[in-house]
């Protein structure tokens, strides 16, 4: 293929999708959950296998806030 764009106008310019892209992104996250926050993520796993949950309450809450950062509802 080449790079010139499709003479039979299939293609839309441009600049009329930066708008429709930028929303969506405010709406979804751009990760899945089990990849975002790989820090949090590991020190408040390592700290739930060697101490337990409710030794952990500091890592959890901000694992939970790093999420919600990211735009996931947790």
Sequence with gaps: MN???AKNGLIPPPS???SKAAASTETKPKKRICCACPDTK???DECI???GESACTKWIEAHK???RA???NV
Excluded: T, Y
């Design 16 to 18: 009329s999708e930066p």
């Design 42 to 44: 590991k020190l408040r």
């Design 65 to 67: 806030i790093c999420l």
């Design 49 to 51: 296998v060697e101490h």
């Design 3 to 5: 790079d010139q764009p």
């Design 70 to 72: 990211e735009g996931f």
